[in-house]
């Protein structure tokens, strides 16, 4: 039998079914998986009083970009029958006592990891896109919020001497490459410039990448991420130069693994389940990447051929077990978006 196509983009009935996995588990505080560290006795609770807007999705970080997904669609599709939920959510959860509330938490002595690196990304890639809403007042409400993760990636890549080479949360590239969106939305340069300079430091003379790849939980392909966190920072002409350096053998699919979908024994795992995430996220990658190089560059259809088998590897299971279904829709909207403008 021959494996289902992947679509060639996103499509009305897409972004409906995506709308509605979100607007089913942004607002669903349990199951929940807090990042939380107890003080002392008592300082615990309910998700919704330590996080009265990011309460939902399983865990913080999810329902971010739950938002991000939500507000995304809201964007493209205007006319969608779910934009009246999406706008009454956004009016309940945007106000400048839950900002403050979420905001607030970061004071916490103990919160200084919170989140690091991952959410910080999300939560700046989500302002990136409530900005481009220029009718609509999320993007001045959550800016409180935005500006204290843009500060944190300030005070952190400074003193991060070494990148973070994982395919989970802990990923350097994944949210350097987030940050950057909100850089270039905000009109930020200097955290541009800085994001840029650490990143090339990070990454700028690596080549002949290996990628040992996957690992059993991994959701962000390590080699692919990288590629396309400097596919953002650098110039065309530039990326271009670093990525025939850095994968030479790409036109020959090699190396082998990042060209073949990984394969999700158990989708009830969370951490199998990240399987499906990586797929996701090569496509996304696979596609933006190919979108940069020259016409006739000989791994472009090659990576387009790599982005579709991924895709359709995956893209049937954004729904059905919670521990995919509260935050595969991201990742499946970034990889159907990736190579357009949005």
Not at 146 to 158: I, K, V
Request: with cysteine; aromatic share 10%; net charge negative.
């Amino acid at each position: 039998m021959s494996s289902p196509s992947a679509p060639e983009g996103l499509t009305p009935e897409i972004a409906a079914r995506f709308a509605q996995i979100a607007l089913g588990h942004v607002a669903r505080q349990f199951p929940n998986k807090l990042d939380h560290v107890n003080a002392g006795p008592g300082d615990h609770g309910d998700p919704i009083r330590q996080h009265p807007i990011f309460y939902g999705s399983f865990d913080w970080h999810s329902c971010v970009h739950g938002y991000w997904l939500l507000a995304t669609l809201r964007r493209l599709f205007p006319d969608m029958a779910e934009a009246a939920r999406i706008d009454a959510l956004f009016a309940d959860a945007f106000t400048a006592d839950k900002v403050e509330a979420e905001r607030a938490y970061l004071d916490r002595p103990s919160a200084r990891g919170f989140e690091r690196p991952y959410g910080w990304g999300w939560l700046l890639e989500l302002q990136a896109e409530l900005i481009a809403h220029e009718d609509a007042p999320w993007a001045a409400r959550l800016a409180p919020l935005a500006e204290a993760f843009a500060q944190r990636f300030r005070d952190f890549l400074p003193k991060a001497t070494y990148p973070v080479r994982t395919g989970v949360h802990s990923s350097t590239a994944f949210a350097v490459a987030l940050a950057h969106d909100y850089a270039v939305a905000s009109g930020d340069g200097a955290l541009e410039t800085l994001l840029r300079d650490t990143a090339l430091g990070w990454y700028g003379a690596d080549q002949g990448c290996q990628a040992w790849e996957p690992s059993g939980d991994d959701f962000l392909s390590p080699a692919l991420m990288e590629a396309e966190c400097l596919r953002r920072l650098l110039a065309p002409a530039a990326f271009r130069a670093w990525f025939a350096g850095f994968l030479p053998n790409a036109a020959g699919q090699s190396p082998a693994t990042l060209f073949t979908p990984a394969t999700v024994s158990d989708r009830s795992d969370g951490k199998i389940a990240h399987l499906d995430g990586l797929n996701l996220s090569r496509a996304w990658c696979w596609r933006s990447i190919a979108g940069s190089l020259d016409a006739a560059d000989p791994v472009r259809p090659v990576a387009l051929a790599a982005a579709d088998r991924h895709l359709a590897a995956s893209l049937p299971h954004v729904a059905g077990d919670y521990m995919g279904e509260h935050w595969l829709a991201s990742f499946a909207l970034l990889a159907l978006t990736a190579g357009r403008s949005i």
